[in-house]
């Protein structure tokens, strides 16, 4: 063969070397982005193995944008507001419209008007609270508002008041109206219908213990269970403290002997607490538990107590 020939010959054999082993690359890349496919089906490990089985470009996926939270405001309640208008506005007079009540009346609700109560008419109430408060929708509150007189009248106050949509601001937006009181809700059934005898070692345990508690006679820790902080009321406001009935959830406080150790009961204690002006009838929820053949607070559910009181 000439020696053109096989130029011409090589010169044809390069482009088509190049173009076979272009479409092997292309093949090679085919088959490893089916393979990373495949390997994110199956899971973590298959995914490795693809990975190193042959090379192949990963186009990192766009970051995903923040989700936006909206949060609506949640206003205040209310009636502490209402309870200031309705104790300015009926201490109050359209015939003293520059009187410090007055004023503060109007600034709590500009469009309306003061009473106009009659010469030698009642004084002003000598207590008012909010007792109940309704929320009608986003910007719109009732509020009943209850004034006490000191002859021993209850008026009750239904007021209307318009918040804004931070729920920081109120505004009386009518006159308000006299409304009946809440009725009186129905008492449901004590747990406390075991009868604890009053000479027993728990009646006595939660006499001393209340004894020290409220008239700082003695301390209280002695009383308690391990573990449970409990501080007794100071200054003592009582000088003697008489226990009257004893009332128990469980059955084990009412027996005659003190149960294994471990074992809690729940007590009423209905106790008569005496100081200079009076005798004061109390109550309190009591929790105990048996240790070492004595009854031990575990818990005072009525007062204040460190660590929740409990054991």
Do not use: C
Not at 85 to 91: E, Q, S, T, V, Y
């Amino acid at each position: 063969m000439s020696p053109g020939k096989q130029a011409s010959d090589g010169q044809a054999a390069g482009p088509m070397a190049a173009g076979i082993e272009l479409e092997r690359m292309r093949r090679r890349v085919r088959l490893s982005r089916l393979a990373l496919l495949g390997a994110v089906a199956t899971g973590p490990v298959a995914l490795g193995v693809a990975v190193l089985s042959g090379p192949t470009t990963v186009v990192a996926a766009p970051a995903a944008k923040p989700a936006t939270v909206r949060t609506t405001a949640v206003g205040a309640d209310p009636a502490g507001y209402a309870q200031l208008f309705i104790g300015a506005w009926l201490r109050s007079s359209t015939d003293d419209a520059t009187s410090a009540q007055a004023q503060f009346a109007q600034s709590l609700a500009p469009d309306v008007d003061l009473p106009d109560p009659a010469a030698g008419a009642h004084p002003g109430p000598v207590s008012v609270s909010a007792v109940r408060s309704a929320q009608r929708d986003a910007a719109q509150w009732a509020v009943t508002v209850a004034a006490q007189y000191a002859d021993g009248r209850v008026r009750y106050f239904a007021v209307p008041v318009a918040a804004d949509e931070s729920g920081g601001s109120f505004t009386v937006t009518g006159a308000p109206g006299v409304v009946a009181g809440p009725n009186r809700a129905g008492v449901p059934e004590s747990p406390y219908s075991v009868t604890v005898p009053a000479e027993g070692g728990l009646s006595s345990a939660v006499g001393e213990f209340l004894g020290a508690y409220l008239t700082g006679s003695g301390g209280v820790d002695r009383y308690l269970a391990p573990g449970v902080r409990l501080s007794p009321v100071s200054p003592a406001p009582y000088t003697a403290v008489g226990v009257q009935q004893v009332f128990a959830v469980e059955e084990a406080a009412a027996a005659e002997g003190v149960p294994g150790d471990g074992t809690m009961v729940r007590v009423l204690v209905q106790v008569e607490a005496r100081d200079g002006a009076g005798r004061w009838p109390l109550a309190y929820e009591i929790g105990l538990k048996a240790r070492s053949g004595r009854w031990e607070v575990a818990a005072l559910e009525s007062g204040t107590a460190g660590n929740g009181g409990r054991a």
